[in-house]
């Protein structure tokens, strides 16, 4: 059910967002209702994020009807919410193609529309671009707006509250709108949360605000002067309720909260914000799931959906059953691996930066409440909170996904490394991801972490291999990385040849019936098992190398002199990666070998399905097989 099969009849005369400049308030009501229904029918025939965009409907339009996008600069945070705001520009043609290859992407992207003036993916970066561009408009002594949208959950980072007191510093021509909906993807936690809680409390201040501004308007001088007296109350009242807003403190001018689902009410105060100088906050209560009653009970549920959800919802049907047992995904295994070793070890705990459901925590939060810690949005925190816990000897686990341990990595070597620290990593979407394309890949963790003294690294290929990283990493005492894919678990491999008890040796799944005349196929992680059967057609040598720090040297070094070449492959950048550090340890000690490294290129690889993305870097099963043998047969015949 594509948007194209809802009756739109106010949305279809909208070519760009200065068409809304002509509708009456009454028109503008009736395409709140049909942006709603057509983004429920969208996301049901694409999947994608579905919560956050039902609740700002109202804000998308308002924004669009007030400013003069794209001379305006729109900036939003995430990007995630943005399905509307597409629709409304110049994409409501390919929306059909959402977060597929040659579609649209599912945050915003400067190469895709000049009504996307700063791209995102990752959280709390608006204010620092809205800010940039507000900078350079007064520079270049233009009258064009700056705006950041961000989310409450969001405004919990630090960068957020770096960019906002360099705002109020400077004293930037800056509309920050906060789009409180008391969520992140999880419920939001933290001191700042509790603030908000409290200005949303405080009806009494606002009416206090706002009373009589019309009346002071009028009387010239001696209105001025009692405005000043008026907001010399207002702020006193504020200190003595206990709602002085954090952001006046930093300089912002703070209005709200208003209802932002009321879009005279958006109308209304953005008009009237619209031309104000200097920075100011404007604080909008919005709902995440606004419009669908499940949404609305459930928004963590309905954070991001696969296709047909909206749809069995309207039917009543549930979803799917599978005709065969599925595999678990390797979040869930990692999940109930730590659950059973945080069973057996007090020690245990577990952090997670406001992703607790992404990272498959439910089950150790409801069984150890108590040690687990979601700090929100804070990946930098999160990573010196693990290492503050483990100087007490407690052993922190944190679990978070590769793009936004990007965030971290300072403190990953500053305050873990440095003092070598027992702090593990479960490192999830370690790779290539789909649909969430290169804002949320994770290509570069494993080519940073090999170059880090004192972290060791696992790149389990099965259950198997992870349940043994974990075992050892918890009982090591120094960090230790432990990355994996978003993609299913295979169970086991099978065994090692011959067979080994040693948790850090490298696992023979495959010797050639002619070494000599064949290849070794290195394997760093889950993507041996596309290389199983690949290795069998062709009578290769597969090596399952379960670490590639320590990278097992001796032992690779070994079972290469006895075969005619060497193939490495990665799900991870090949710049800097476990190829590359192979063979430049291969060529150091003075044994090179003809070599084919296969991995992730020095690109940025574009959305679409998984396959397709693996497809691109040359890491699906054909794809593999085809270079697999071509090189095979390059070193036959040289």
Same mark, same amino acid.
């Given at each position: 059910m594509p948007l194209s099969s809802v009756h739109t009849p106010h949305l279809d005369l909208i070519d760009s967002p200065a068409d809304l400049k002509g509708l009456s308030r009454p028109a503008l009501h009736a395409l709140a209702e049909e942006l709603r229904a057509g983004l429920l029918a969208q996301v049901d025939a694409t999947g994608g994020h579905l919560s956050a965009n039902l609740g700002v409907v109202e804000l998308t339009l308002a924004l669009h009807r007030i400013f003069d996008a794209p001379e305006d600069r729109l900036v939003w945070d995430v990007g995630h919410q943005t399905y509307l705001h597409k629709m409304l520009t110049d994409r409501r043609g390919e929306i059909g193609r959402l977060r597929q290859r040659g579609g649209p992407a599912g945050f915003t992207r400067r190469a895709e529309s000049p009504y996307d003036p700063f791209g995102a993916g990752h959280s709390s970066t608006s204010i620092s671009a809205a800010l940039g561009i507000a900078i350079a408009a007064k520079q270049q002594e233009s009258a064009r707006h700056a705006v950041a949208i961000i989310g409450d959950g969001a405004m919990t980072a630090g960068q957020a509250f770096e960019a906002l007191n360099h705002a109020g510093d400077c004293h930037a021509n800056l509309l920050v709108i906060l789009n409180d909906n008391e969520?992140? *993807?999880?419920?939001?936690?933290?001191?700042?949360?509790?603030?908000?809680?409290?200005?949303?409390?405080?009806?009494?201040?606002?009416?206090?605000?706002?009373?009589?501004?019309?009346?002071?308007?009028?009387?010239?001088?001696?209105?001025?002067?009692?405005?000043?007296?008026?907001?010399? &109350?207002?702020?006193?009242? #504020?200190?003595?309720?206990?709602?002085?807003?954090?952001?006046?403190?930093?300089?912002?001018?703070?209005?709200?909260?208003?209802?932002?689902?009321?879009?005279?009410?958006?109308?209304?105060?953005?008009?009237?914000?619209?031309?104000?100088?200097?920075?100011?906050?404007?604080?909008?209560? !919005?709902?995440?799931?606004?419009? @669908?009653?499940?949404?609305? #009970?459930?928004?963590?549920?309905?954070?991001?959906?696969?296709q047909h959800t909206v749809s069995r919802l309207a039917s009543r049907e549930t979803a799917p059953v599978a005709s065969a047992p599925t595999r678990p995904t390797w979040t869930e295994a990692a999940a109930d691996i730590l659950c059973r070793k945080a069973e057996a070890d007090p020690r245990i705990v577990a952090i997670t930066p406001a992703m607790v459901e992404g990272s498959g925590l439910q089950a150790f939060q409801e069984r150890f409440p108590d040690r687990l810690h979601d700090v929100g949005i804070a990946e930098q925190h999160a990573v010196t909170l693990a290492g503050g816990l483990a100087t007490e000897g407690l052993r922190p686990v944190v679990a978070i996904y590769s793009t936004f341990l990007q965030r971290a990595w300072d403190q990953v070597i500053h305050d873990i490394a440095l003092q070598n620290l027992p702090v593990v990593f479960l490192v999830d979407r370690a790779g290539l991801v789909g649909p969430d394309g290169?804002?949320?890949?994770?290509?570069?963790?494993?080519?940073?972490? @090999?170059? *880090?003294?004192?972290?060791?690294?696992?790149?389990?290929?099965?259950? #198997?291999?992870?349940? =043994?990283?974990?075992? =050892?990493?918890?009982?090591?005492?120094?960090?230790?990385?432990?990355?994996?894919?978003?993609? #299913?678990?295979?169970?086991?491999?099978?065994?090692?040849?011959?067979?080994?008890?040693?948790? /850090?040796?490298?696992?023979?799944?495959?010797?050639?019936?002619?070494?000599?005349?064949? &290849?070794?196929?290195?394997?760093?992680?889950?993507?041996?098992?596309?290389?199983?059967? *690949?290795?069998?057609?062709?009578?290769?040598?597969?090596?399952?190398?379960? /670490?590639?720090?320590? @990278?097992?040297?001796?032992?690779?070094?070994?079972?290469?002199?006895?075969?005619?070449?060497?193939? !490495?492959?990665?799900?991870?950048?090949?710049?800097?990666?476990?190829?590359?550090?192979?063979?430049?340890?291969?060529?150091?000690?003075? %044994?090179?070998?003809? =070599?084919?490294? &296969?991995?992730?290129?020095? %690109?940025?690889?574009?959305?679409?399905?998984?396959?397709?993305? &693996?497809?691109?870097?040359?890491?699906?099963?054909?794809?593999?097989?085809?270079?697999?043998?071509?090189?095979?047969?390059?070193?036959?015949?040289?």
């Open positions: 969520m992140s *993807i999880s419920r939001n936690v933290g001191a700042l949360n509790q603030h908000l809680t409290r200005l949303r409390s405080m009806p009494l201040v606002e009416k206090l605000r706002h009373s009589g501004e019309s009346v002071l308007a009028q009387a010239g001088p001696l209105g001025d002067l009692l405005g000043s007296t008026r907001a010399g &109350l207002r702020d006193g009242m #504020r200190h003595l309720m206990g709602a002085s807003s954090l952001f006046e403190e930093l300089g912002f001018r703070y209005y709200g909260p208003i209802d932002g689902h009321d879009l005279d009410a958006l109308l209304d105060t953005l008009g009237n914000l619209r031309d104000q100088p200097g920075p100011r906050l404007l604080h909008v209560v !919005t709902q995440k799931g606004r419009g @669908l009653a499940e949404a609305e #009970r459930d928004p963590v549920r309905y954070h991001g959906v696969g290169p804002t949320h890949a994770g290509s570069f963790d494993m080519s940073l972490g @090999l170059s *880090i003294p004192n972290l060791r690294l696992a790149v389990p290929a099965d259950r #198997r291999d992870l349940e =043994a990283a974990m075992e =050892a990493a918890l009982a090591h005492d120094g960090p230790t990385m432990i990355r994996f894919p978003r993609d #299913r678990c295979p169970p086991d491999l099978g065994d090692p040849v011959p067979d080994s008890d040693d948790p /850090w040796a490298p696992r023979l799944l495959r010797q050639s019936g002619h070494a000599a005349e064949r &290849l070794l196929v290195v394997s760093a992680g889950p993507l041996a098992e596309a290389l199983q059967p *690949i290795c069998e057609e062709l009578d290769l040598g597969l090596l399952d190398l379960r /670490w590639v720090k320590p @990278l097992p040297c001796e032992a690779i070094a070994t079972l290469a002199d006895l075969h005619a070449g060497l193939v !490495t492959v990665e799900e991870g950048s090949r710049a800097g990666g476990a190829g590359a550090e192979i063979l430049s340890r291969l060529l150091e000690s003075g %044994r090179p070998r003809p =070599a084919l490294r &296969l991995g992730i290129d020095d %690109r940025f690889i574009e959305h679409g399905s998984r396959e397709e993305c &693996l497809a691109d870097t040359g890491l699906d099963f054909q794809s593999l097989a085809d270079s697999i043998a071509a090189f095979l047969d390059r070193i036959s015949d040289s």
